[in-house]
């Protein structure tokens, strides 16, 4: 789901021109569940290290075994539709017959939904084997059995509903625009943002377990195989409403038998044979669109785009909302996702900031969620990650001295390109910069107003400016496909906005914040200055810059015609003193 634009910004006048402050203090006196004073009481309390730039000493998990906790906790949990009025207590005393619940929770998605998990997998097929195909009367029923159920009430009394549903969606342009109101720094207004959009706990158990349910369909064909979530949904920087794009594995499938010899003989499967990895590419995805189209429950606006440079499955899965897409030859954007795992991960700033600039760059429509000639969110994580790199000392490591840190386990090379990156996290020293993030914000706009694109290009494996191997607006190298520019769609014009609006921003945070306080101040201040379409004073600043760069040209030009008329009247002056003489 995009961030919210006008609608959201132009309420945060509305939050300004309030006669008092209200303290956190007074808030805590009115936590009532539900209410940004709640949201407030609760994100005060320790979760991590979102508050500051200082990770915790606790071991952190490499991408591999977060990812391979996630599936083995979604083989164990079911997907129920339930009657609009249930008994929570009633509805877990009927699962629990089936095995002991290890987690559960409710949310809303055109209907009542339920996430159940168990704690052993031999529970779901308890509950399995004890659930019956629908019949129909006017329709038949496809006999498919899966972990996404649907339950019903035997007598039709209704019950009395005590269920209190998990949000799946970011919070309402109201909720936000007072979280922005109430913040004390702009430091405290970046960490709201980043709390109140990022994936909670729930929204990431459903993606993982969306995966598994598609996994479900394809090991029909591929008992093996496995579908892996990749991009914004596991490499930290996704937000609420994000797109699940997922990875069917098929290595497994593939390397299941290689080692599996008996005395000098040797049995292999007989398959298919196919001209280029990419038809085989093509042709499973292409069975895999017909199953979810046919058989998958749940899956609606199924499209098998299979000649894109990347060949794709895109489908809706309604029942958890998301919008999906699955490819089975992309192994590079799974390590993408690591990459950007470790370096949301390294540091909580990088997060924080991220999303900021995300927020920021959606509400001056700087990207869309329509393809076109607009910055990525990609491109904008990768310029966030190089600035970080630039400072001094550095906050994140560059690429290629993650390189240096590697071991023979960490050794990784996709289709020739050198992938290879320490996965170990406990590995990398902490940097020592201890910069907030108001002082991070005012100078990426900085930095970036003022950076030679016309020139320079943006490297993360080096983290340093080089130049353009070719004449594109925009060009950040792809971190492992070398060769390649992400940001090869981005146009000279958009690119101009970028820079126009990012010159714009740092001046308003420039400017002194010191009254935000006082009662009589009418202007947002710090984040939701910027946030703005129409910044105070913006308008104008522009008109003075190009009214002064205007100017300047003119007065140089006029200058540089009086320096000449001068020194033509010189010479002539000169030559009339001779002739006078003579």
């Keep these: 789901m ?17 006669s008092t402050r209200v303290q956190r203090p007074i808030l805590r006196l009115l936590s009532c569940p539900g209410t940004v004073a ?18 915790d000493k606790i071991p952190r998990k490499r991408f591999s075994e977060m990812q391979n906790e996630r599936r083995e906790q979604a083989q164990r949990t079911v997907l129920i539709r339930c009657p609009e009025k249930i008994s929570e207590n009633k509805f877990l005393k009927y699962l629990s017959q089936h095995g002991p619940i290890n987690n559960h929770f409710f949310y809303e998605s055109f209907g009542l939904y339920a996430v159940v998990e168990f704690c052993r997998k031999e529970s779901v097929g308890s509950l399995q084997n004890g659930t019956r195909t629908p019949s129909m009367a006017m329709e038949t029923a496809i006999p498919f059995r899966s972990r996404f159920l649907s ?5 039709q009394t209704s019950e009395q509903s005590c269920i209190q549903s998990s949000d799946q969606l970011p919070p309402s342009n109201r909720k936000l625009c007072e979280l922005l109101c109430y913040a004390e720094s702009i430091d405290d ?6 709390k109140e959009f990022q994936l909670t706990e729930e929204n990431t158990k459903l993606r993982y377990l969306t995966c598994s349910l598609i996994e479900d369909i394809a090991a029909a064909y591929f008992p093996d195989c496995v579908v892996r979530p990749f991009g914004s949904s596991v490499n930290t920087f996704g937000k609420l409403g994000c797109d699940l794009d997922m990875f069917l594995d098929l290595d497994e499938t593939r390397n299941l038998s290689t080692h599996k010899t008996s005395g000098n003989f040797l049995t292999e499967f007989q398959v298919k044979n196919v001209p280029s990895e990419r038809i085989a590419t093509q042709k499973i995805l292409s069975v895999i669109g017909e199953c979810l189209d046919h058989f998958g429950p749940g899956c609606v606006g199924v499209q098998k785009i299979l000649n894109a440079r990347c060949p794709l499955v895109r489908f809706s899965h309604q029942a958890s909302g998301f919008q999906c897409d699955l490819t089975t030859n992309n192994r590079i954007a799974l390590t993408s996702s690591e990459l950007l795992y470790i370096y949301g991960t390294l540091d909580s700033r990088v997060r ?17 969620s329509i393809p076109g000639a607009w910055i990525t969110n990609f491109s904008l994580t990768m310029m966030v990650i190089f600035f970080l790199q630039r400072r001094s000392p550095p906050i994140l490591p560059t ?6 840190l590697a071991d023979a386990e960490d050794k990784c090379i996709i289709e020739g390109n050198n992938c290879t990156f320490v996965r170990d996290l406990n590995r990398i020293k902490p940097s020592g910069n201890t910069e907030t993030l108001e002082l991070l914000l005012k100078e990426f706009f900085e930095y970036f107003g003022n950076f030679a694109f016309n020139k320079n290009s943006i490297n993360i494996r080096q983290g340093r400016e080089q130049n353009k191997p070719d004449s594109s607006p925009l060009y950040i190298q792809n971190p492992f496909e070398t060769a390649l520019n992400i940001s090869k769609n981005v146009s000279q014009s958009q690119l101009q906005k970028f820079v126009d609006l990012a010159q714009e ?20 201040w710090g984040l939701a200055a910027i946030l703005l379409p129409t910044v105070p004073n913006r308008r104008s600043f522009t008109k003075k810059k190009r009214k002064r760069s205007a100017n300047e040209s003119v007065r140089n030009l006029l200058e540089s015609l009086k320096s000449n008329r001068t020194a ?5 002056n000169e030559k009339r003193t001779v002739s006078t003489q003579t």
């Design 399 to 404: 690429l290629d001295s993650l390189k240096t």
């Design 2 to 18: 995009a961030v919210p634009g006008v609608g959201l910004l132009t309420r945060l006048h509305l939050c300004a021109q309030r």
């Design 189 to 194: 207004q970046l960490n709201t943002l980043l």
């Design 568 to 572: 033509n009247f010189t010479e002539t």
């Design 38 to 55: 709640e949201d407030l009481r609760r994100d005060e309390q320790p979760s991590g290290s979102v508050e500051t730039g200082f990770e």
């Design 352 to 368: 924080a900031l991220v999303f900021g600039i995300r927020c920021w760059a959606r509400a001056h429509s700087l990207t869309s």
């Design 151 to 155: 339950l019903k009430l035997k007598n």
């Design 505 to 524: 921003s740092a001046w308003v945070l420039q400017q002194k914040d010191t009254d935000r306080l006082s009662v009589s101040n009418n202007q947002p």
